[in-house]
């Protein structure tokens, strides 16, 4: 059973950082894109980050230049640095991650505060 544990939420004050982690264990599969997704109160989920095996990176646009996703295949985890952080950035926050040859998993959440 895959199971993906996430870290790093928390409350912040405008223009702080926060560095979320999101690891994979259990099961026994080949990572593929691996991703970061977030929902606030009354809208849909929606993108944020995704990476590739291989390590091409797509961006929301309202994050680029301020987010930076990063992976370690090795370690079965994926990372999101949050940097400039805005109040519009509260969300839970879900990494994704898909199996090479199928499968998706998706962690518990990550509640992300950031006051103004």
């Known amino acids: 059973q895959v199971q993906l544990v996430e870290s790093g939420g928390g409350l912040v004050q405008s223009g702080g950082s926060l560095r979320l982690s999101c690891a994979a264990s259990?099961?026994?599969?080949?990572?593929?894109?691996m991703g970061w997704y977030r929902q606030a109160p009354g809208k849909q989920r929606e993108l944020v980050a995704t990476?590739?095996?291989?390590?091409?990176?797509n961006y929301q646009d309202s994050v680029k230049g301020r987010f930076t996703i990063s992976r370690d295949n090795a370690k079965k985890t994926v990372y999101l640095q949050m940097n400039s952080l805005k109040p519009e950035d509260t969300a839970v926050y879900y990494c994704?991650?898909?199996?090479?040859?199928?499968?998706?998993?998706w962690g518990q959440g990550l509640q992300v505060t950031v006051s103004s």
């Open positions: 259990g099961g026994r599969f080949s990572l593929g894109t």
């Open positions: 994704k991650i898909d199996g090479l040859v199928g499968g998706v998993y």
């Open positions: 990476i590739t095996r291989d390590g091409t990176t």
